[in-house]
T-cell receptor, first 113, second 115 residues
């Protein structure tokens, strides 16, 4: 059973607000990922990290930023939310000892009004 | 650029049927392939992971096969149940000469099993 957590699960917020989506895992995984998924569409990788103080942008351009100060924690921040940011955000992690099998959190559904 | 295609996009079957979901990928230089299940509005649950050197993996009523040379994988679900209704996603991890890339996902097959 994978132990990866995301908070909040649902967030409705007004335009221009700063938001942070939290993601934590207790598996000691070195790699963590953020994906964006619109309803009925495929997942797109927006950020990833291969370890502490390492972050990279993914395949899909995003106005969000991430940080990796601790192994277990990989928060995503939007400085000024817009309606175009409305989507589901999924966090995942993988470790070296499991062929990089990727485990996902439950997701955060963000709605920006 | 690696592309992953899943056919069919949607499938509706009566309870009890055996079924096959298909996944194809354009670049055979993969490290592994992973099948996931996603329930509406939820995260992904890992079902099976097949290393590039393996031909198949089994877990309960699920069996996944991999033919790397032809760029294909299938997920076989035996004796389907209404609880199997979900979207099934296939994803491949590229092998860049020994280092692994990130997962590339297909769009998924939405399965509905009718009681």
């Amino acid at each position: 059973e994978a132990d990866i957590y995301q908070t909040p699960r649902y967030l409705v917020i007004g335009t221009g607000k700063k938001i942070t989506l939290e993601c934590s895992q207790t598996m000691g995984h070195d790699k963590m990922y953020w994906y964006q998924q619109d309803p009925g569409m495929e997942l797109h990788l927006i950020h990833y990290s291969y370890g502490v103080n390492s972050t990279e942008k993914g395949d899909l351009s995003s106005e969000s930023t991430v940080s990796r100060i601790r192994t277990e924690h990989f928060p995503l921040t939007l400085e000024s939310a817009r309606p175009s940011h409305t989507s589901q955000y999924l966090c995942a992690s993988s470790g070296r000892g499991s062929y990089n099998e990727q485990f996902f959190g439950p997701g955060t559904r963000l709605t920006v009004l | 650029k690696q592309e992953v295609t899943q056919i069919p996009a949607a499938l509706s079957v009566p309870e009890g049927e055996n079924l096959v979901l298909n996944c194809s990928f354009t670049d055979s230089a993969i490290y592994n392939l992973q099948w996931f299940r996603q329930d509406p509005g939820k995260g992904l649950t890992s079902l099976l992971l097949i290393q590039s050197s393996q031909r198949e993996q089994t877990s309960g009523r699920l069996n996944a096969s991999l033919d790397k040379s032809s760029g294909r994988s299938t997920l076989y679900i035996a004796a389907s149940q209404p609880g199997d209704s979900a979207t099934y996603l296939c994803a491949v991890r590229h092998n860049y000469g020994g280092s692994q890339g990130n997962l590339i996902f297909g769009k998924g097959t939405k399965l509905s099993v009718k009681p």
